[in-house]
Nanobody, 120 residues
Framework: QVQLVESGGGLVQTGGSLRLSCAAS????????MAWFRQPPGKQRELVAA???????TYANTVKGRFTISRDNAKNTVYLQMDSLKFEDTAVYYC??????????????WGQGTRVTVSS
């Protein structure tokens, strides 16, 4: 079963922008807080941002001010707008449902993710 599908990754230059999308099944999206995670090459997966269905958000310090998480309830889709991209943003990005924006514990299995590569 595929309940979370990430898309929108690609190759961009430093300082560029990219918007990632995560299409979720209604059973997941309409109830849970949604989050973005990323795994840089050779490093462990880390939280990027999360947003509850009430609109509360949290961001990793490394992306705060540059990334914006949003939700489109009509499309059951979570977005991650990434601006002022840096080389260290290079990673495979994953979305998932989490328990809340405080503990952000993943609730579903990890999908394939979408790769973001920032040059220089």
């Amino acid at each position: 079963q595929v309940q979370l599908v990430e898309s929108g990754g690609g190759l961009v230059q430093t300082g560029g922008s990219l918007r990632l999308s995560c299409a979720a099944s209604p059973s997941i999206y309409r109830i849970h807080t949604m989050a973005w995670f990323r795994q840089p090459p050779g490093k462990q997966r880390e939280l990027v941002a999360a947003m509850s269905n009430e609109g509360s958000t949290t961001y990793a310090n490394t992306v705060k001010g540059r990334f914006t998480i949003s939700r489109d309830n009509a499309k059951n889709t979570v977005y991650l707008q990434m601006d002022s991209l840096k080389f260290e943003d290079t990673a495979v990005y994953y979305c998932n449902a989490v328990d809340n924006i405080m503990s952000v514990k993943p609730l579903r299995s990890w999908g394939q993710g979408t790769r973001v590569t920032v040059s220089s």
